[in-house]
């Protein structure tokens, strides 16, 4: 993939010095994050760009919603303050909801607005100044020769900082994130991380998605042939119960493999599920055990972040 292309944009202050997206990258790389993510965009991109006209601005009322940004203006002041434009979220939304195609976008070019769009920049900000915000409490000397910083574009006094940061961090969070702490957490998260594999077909009218819903109920129909008779498009979801609506939570804890439910009112559309799979959560999970460990941090270090660290400005 080609280098990621970052606005020049300062995100947070820390002991009298800013650090940049660029370090919020180095930080994701330390962790061991950035690889797997790019490489999950790199599959992501190679997605056709399918998805018709109301089916996108269904997709960007919901996107609004959910960021609290029904106001157009807000919305623009929201885009502005992270250097993005329309097309930019567009695309991202076009790239989560297409099928799977010919490749028509570089990771590199587009690897920004997915950041943004997807929360992960925000999730890795707040890494980052946990990161630092133990660094200013506790100290750590400053290597005056540190090794290469592992990401191109991080400016050499930023990387000093975040290299004597690093070992100091690990320390620290290590006995936070044992099996057996994790494990404790576990049993007050269960529900909420309950994992759903979902096959969707949102119909942008009511009557179309209660069609859809006879033929997979009653007709038997693939899910890939009623949406392809309906016009719509078939959505491939992998979804914790904490990030569902509601009612469509409700319905699909007590749902089992292979039920048919719906239509949910969701983003501007009306939505059809089939659930293809579900999964109690496991520290075995990756991604179970990924949230789990955010909530560890935040919980251990929220006090010391809002002591030392601050958003740039």
Same mark, same amino acid.
């Given at each position: ?24 990258? =180095?930080?994701? $790389?330390?962790?061991?994050?950035? +690889? ?21 601005? +269904? ?33 991202? #939304? ?15 070019? =587009?690897?920004?607005? $997915?950041?943004? =769009? ?25 290597s005056p020769q540190p090794p290469p910083p592992p990401v191109a574009g991080l400016a050499p006094d930023q990387w000093a900082r975040l290299h004597a940061a690093w070992a100091l961090f690990q320390d620290r969070a290590a006995s936070l994130l044992d099996d057996a702490a994790l494990r404790r957490l576990l049993e007050t998260r269960t529900l909420d991380l309950v994992r759903f594999e979902l096959e969707a077909l949102p119909a ?6 209660? $069609?859809?819903?006879? =033929? ?9 042939? %009623? ?19 509601? %009612? ?34 496991? #520290? ?28 740039? +400005?």
């Open positions: 993939m080609n280098r990621v292309s970052l606005p020049d944009l300062s995100v947070l202050q820390c002991a009298g010095a800013r650090f940049d997206l660029h370090a919020v990258l =180095c930080a994701a $790389e330390l962790r061991g994050d950035l +690889g797997p993510w790019i490489d999950a965009l790199e599959r992501q991109v190679a997605a056709a760009r399918r998805v018709d006209n109301r089916t996108l601005q +269904g997709a960007l009322t919901a996107f609004r919603k959910a960021r609290g940004l029904t106001a157009a203006d807000d919305f623009k002041a929201w885009m502005a303050a992270r250097g993005l434009s329309l097309d930019a979220v567009a695309d991202h #939304l076009e790239r989560a909801l297409a099928p799977p195609g010919d490749a028509r976008a570089d990771a590199g070019a =587009c690897a920004y607005a $997915e950041l943004v =769009c997807t929360g992960t920049l925000d999730r890795w900000t707040r890494e980052l100044a946990q990161l630092l915000a133990v660094w200013a409490e506790h100290g750590a000397p400053v942008a009218d009511e009557d179309v998605a209660r $069609e859809l819903l006879l =033929c997979l109920r009653v007709d038997g129909m693939a899910p890939a042939d %009623a949406a392809a008779l309906a016009r719509v498009p078939l959505q491939a979801l992998d979804r914790f119960a904490r990030d569902l609506d509601p %009612a469509m939570r409700r319905e699909l804890l007590a749902g089992v493999p292979g039920q048919v439910l719906g239509p949910f009112a969701s983003g501007g559309a009306h939505v059809v599920l089939r659930v293809v799979g579900k999964r109690l959560p496991s #520290l075995s999970d990756p991604r179970v055990r990924e949230l789990l460990a955010d909530q560890a941090r935040d919980a251990a270090f929220g006090a010391l972040v809002r002591r030392h660290v601050a958003p740039a +400005g």
